[in-house]
């Protein structure tokens, strides 16, 4: 194996360049962390690293990839260290060469396990995205023996010599987290290839293949400058503390509007909560009486989206809510802050360019849907047009919001900025083969958008992260489905939207639907 990582390191620095934004790495006692793209002279750090001796775990955390050269570097010196490496989140194309020279190899906690995969493919230029075989021996040589018996030439030739560009991928979930269905790996030829003609690999998975060494999903308290930041309208948690003890009856009252049941059993809960142990959030009726709290879970994130489910969906009072507060920090007031943000930021709107309108308007997409998807067919190229419903592009978002009487826009899927103006509706764009899901769910979406526009003639714009997500799709059609009559769908999305320069603010979570 070394002999092999020799000669390749050779063969695979020809021609390539080194990038400016370098992997960040963290040693934390005999763990190394690390996380970003693998570029240029990364190698060096990792060599520092290994030198100074008594690394036993390589953890990598959403590693996109990068430079094929630095990522076989890297994972010759883990390969001679004989140390176990872990995939936190994502870690695909070279940083998955970098994983598979570990002696042993899982999974890891620190993000979402849907997210949580190992991603194959093969060799292409990094500028043109071709592909080059002529690199693939090297790295089939490499699976090869790091998967041992478990190896499955067939996979690994897939995965190396059928993708059509870069953003093809053979991709590998975590085990332990995730149900049977979303264990099994998935082929995609090109990223723009529709889920329902990717190749399922049926009764495979990440141990089968050999891809890790056991089927648990190790606990790993990640660095904090590794961590997901959660935060609200450009502010994170780490603002100041506020102690809500004294403020309980004003907060109390304003969710209760007088109703005296609401009232005792609130001051009740509210107690409860302000002593309860972290991770802890407390979310209130928007315009309706009403709260949903959540305490005692893994992590704030996970009590946020709780809180404001427990909040929208309470027997017989479905409505929007906002969150008051999270662990010990009130967010409550930075809803009207944020509102005035994107009253300001709207008035100062300008449209894009005519050469950016022009290339979104031109994007290629796939044939007009007749029902929603689901699973992993969420992901791929969209529709260039949907029955019923308009497609508008960022020119035209913009015009409309620039108008005295602007649609409503729901942003289905964002957890990061938002367009303002828009309402975050988070799981929004779902859907379920089993109706046994899928009915509760589409009951709660017509709630939550009825509660947002309740005038079904009023102009309301559906959009995700970009051209290539299906969720504000299957949240247009719903709409449709529903009866409203002036459904739009911005198909560019967030990506669309800040790639014409335009201005975004924090989110507004006021429903979760899932």
């Known amino acids: 194996m070394t002999r092999l990582f020799i000669a390749l ?11 400016s934004h370098a992997m960040t790495l963290e040693r934390v006692g005999k763990d190394l962390f690390a996380t970003g793209p693998t570029v240029g002279q990364d190698f060096l750090q990792f060599k520092e690293a290994f030198a100074q001796g008594g690394i036993e775990r390589l953890i990598l955390v959403n590693g996109p990839g990068g430079d094929l050269w630095t990522g076989m570097q890297v994972a010759r010196m883990v390969y001679e260290a004989k140390i176990t490496t872990v995939a936190s989140g994502y870690c695909m194309s070279a940083c998955s060469l970098i994983f598979m020279a570990g002696q042993a190899r899982t999974f890891g906690t620190g993000s979402l396990p849907r997210v949580t995969m190992v991603g194959i493919h093969g060799a292409h230029d990094r500028d043109t995205k071709r592909v080059d075989p002529s690199f693939m021996p090297q790295m089939y040589a490499l699976y090869k023996q790091q998967m041992g018996d478990k190896f499955d030439a067939q996979v690994i030739n897939q995965a190396l010599y059928d993708i059509k560009e870069a953003s093809g991928f053979l991709k590998i979930r975590e085990l332990q ?21 990717c190749q399922q690999l049926t009764g495979k998975d990440a141990f089968s293949l050999g891809v890790v060494t056991q089927t648990e999903t190790v606990p790993l308290q990640l660095p904090a400058s590794m961590k997901a930041q959660l935060g609200f309208f450009g502010q994170s948690l780490g603002a100041p503390i506020v102690d809500l003890h004294d403020r309980a009856d004003t907060l109390i009252e304003g969710f209760c509007k007088g109703q005296l049941l609401c009232k005792t059993i609130g001051l009740r809960t509210f107690n409860n909560y302000l002593g309860a142990n972290h991770n802890k959030a407390m979310a209130i009726g928007w315009g309706k009486t009403g709260y949903g709290v959540r305490w005692g879970v893994d992590d704030p994130g996970q009590a946020i989206l709780r809180a404001l489910y427990n909040c929208n969906h309470a ?9 008051v507060s999270v ?25 894009p360019a005519p050469a950016h309108i022009q290339a979104e308007r031109e994007e290629p997409g796939a044939r007009t849907p007749s029902k929603l998807r689901w699973g992993q067919g969420l992901t791929g190229m969209t529709p260039k047009a949907l029955e019923g419903i308009q497609r508008w592009d960022t020119a035209t978002l913009v015009q409309a919001l620039q108008h005295p009487v602007r649609p409503m826009v729901i942003d289905a899927a964002s957890f990061g900025p938002v367009i303002p103006g828009a309402l975050s509706f988070i799981n929004s764009g779902l859907a379920f083969e089993d109706d046994k899901l899928e009915q509760p769910y589409a009951e709660r979406f017509a709630q939550m958008l009825r509660a947002a526009v309740p005038d079904q003639n009023k102009p309301v714009v559906f959009y995700c992260s970009h051209s290539e997500s299906w969720l504000s799709v299957n949240a247009a059609m719903r709409a449709r489905q529903l009866g409203y009559t002036q459904v739009i769908w911005y198909r560019g999305g967030f990506t669309a939207w800040t790639q014409a320069g335009l201005p975004t603010v924090g989110r507004v979570p006021v429903a979760v639907l899932y």
């Open 9 to 19: 390191a050779f063969f695979l620095s020809i021609g390539l360049t080194a990038k």
């Open 177 to 197: 987290r995730n149900q049977e269905k979303d264990r099994t790996p998935w082929f995609c030829s090109t990223g723009q290839t529709p889920f329902e003609q």
């Open 327 to 351: 662990n010990e920090h009130e967010v409550l007031p930075l809803y009207d802050e944020a509102s005035a943000q994107a009253t300001t930021l709207l008035s100062q709107l300008q449209v």
């Open 315 to 323: 027997k017989n009072n479905p409505k929007l809510c906002r969150l």
